[in-house]
Every structure is written in C-alpha cells, then in structure tokens.
Antibody
Framework: EVRLVQSGGGLVQPGGSLRLSCAASGFTFRDYNMNWIRQAPGKGLEWISFITSGITTTQYADSVKGRFTVSRDNLKKSLFLQMNNLRDEDTAIYYCATHDFDYWGQGTPVIVS | EIVMTQSPATLSLSPGERATLSCRAS??????LAWYQQKLGQPPRLLIYDASKRATGIPARFSGSGSGTDFTLTVSSLEPEDFAVYYC?????????FGGGTRVEIK
C-alpha cells in the first residue's frame, strides 16, 4: 500500500521557519518525482514545489521562490520542505504528492500568526 | 502563468442527475489536463489525467474530454458520494496551476 505520512506543521510567528516532512512507503521512492501543494483556509489548491527523483531539478511557485526549499533523502524515503521567512499568507494545509498526483499525504497545517 | 478558470462555481443537482463541469485554460495546454475530487477534510483524489484517462479505481461514470483550452468533466449519474468540490489542473507548463474549483452540491 502506498503511503505518504506528513509531519512538521504547526504554529509559527511571521518571519519564522518550519520544516515539513513527508515519509514514503509502499513504492520505490527514489524513482518518483515529488510535489508540494498547499490550500489556504476555505480556498483552492496551489502547487508550490517540485523535485525530480535524482534531485537534479527543482521548481517553485513565485509565491514561495527564495523562501522555501524542497529536498529529499532517497535512502530515508523522505521528502522535505524548508520554509523560511514565513508570512501570514503562507497559512495553509500543506500536502506532499507523487509526480502524477495520484498519491497524496494526509496534509499538515501551517499557521503563521 | 496559465490561468485555469472553472465554471460554474456551484452546481446544484440531485442524485442520479448528470453533472457537467467546465474548465478553460488561458492558453493551450494540449491534453495535459487533470481533474481532482476533494471532500471536506481530505486530500484531493485524482480522477482524470491527460484530459480523458481515468485514474486507477475511478468509476466509469466519471469521464473527461477536451483539448487545447476547453475541457469538460462529466459525471453521468451522480451518486451520493460524488457531492464534493472538483478542481482542474494544467500540467503543460511551470508553474502548474489549478482552477478555482466547482462545488457540486445536493439540490
């Protein structure tokens, strides 16, 4: 069974930092590109970041570029999102998902206040 | 950035009725278009990819069509569990973008 289990969300003050994690199981993680997506309260979905399986390429939405960094550890089968200089508008549920968005984590809340 | 526009914002229908949801891209995305269903408190679920291909385990009552800039998701006969919010997404170019969603509610 494919599972993506997220952790690391929470309450942080503006200007602060958080690191989100996404632990994968049930598939060959090192072969899959991965994404981060977020959803502000009562709003729609916003794709924010992508990383290739071999960590050769990353992509970011303009809204987070320069503040957020995606990374992964293929040996530990984990995906990460380092979020710095957080703003009120970064408040959202954050999801990790596989490259084709066919598997999603359960989501983790980030509240910037 | 490609802007995705969904219509209508809300669709009020009864179980057993046909639902037709629209998605328009601000420029051609060829067939790099996906549809998702999201229920309250849950992550989105992939329904359709490449405009018309059903994802694994998705019932046949869900179908997608279109290419270029205009796309449609059709639910042939709504089941009680189909009342949810639906999003389209273009996968043609970075940044990947989603539409604002269509809520399908019980009439």
């Amino acid at each position: 069974e494919v599972r993506l289990v997220q952790s690391g969300g929470g309450l942080v003050q503006p200007g602060g930092s958080l690191r989100l994690s996404c632990a994968a199981s049930g598939f060959t993680f090192r072969d899959y590109n991965m994404n981060w997506i977020r959803q502000a309260p009562g709003k729609g979905l916003e794709w924010i970041s992508f990383i290739t399986s071999g960590i050769t390429t990353t992509q970011y939405a303009d809204s987070v570029k320069g503040r957020f960094t995606v990374s992964r550890d293929n040996l530990k089968k984990s995906l990460f999102l380092q979020m710095n200089n957080l703003r009120d508008e970064d408040t959202a549920i954050y999801y990790c998902a596989t490259h084709d968005f066919d598997y999603w984590g359960q989501g983790t809340p980030v509240i910037v206040s | 950035e490609i802007v995705m526009t969904q219509s209508p914002a809300t669709l009020s229908l009864s179980p057993g009725e046909r639902a037709t949801l629209s998605c328009r891209a601000s420029q051609s995305v060829t067939t790099y278009l996906a549809w998702y269903q999201q229920k309250l408190g849950q992550p989105p679920r992939l329904l359709i990819y490449d405009a018309s291909k059903r994802a694994t385990g998705i019932p046949a009552r869900f179908s997608g069509s279109g290419s270029g800039t205009d796309f449609t998701l059709t639910v042939s006969s709504l089941e009680p569990e189909d009342f949810a919010v639906y999003y389209c997404q273009q996968r043609y170019s970075w940044p990947l973008t989603f539409g604002g969603g269509t809520r399908v509610e019980i009439k």
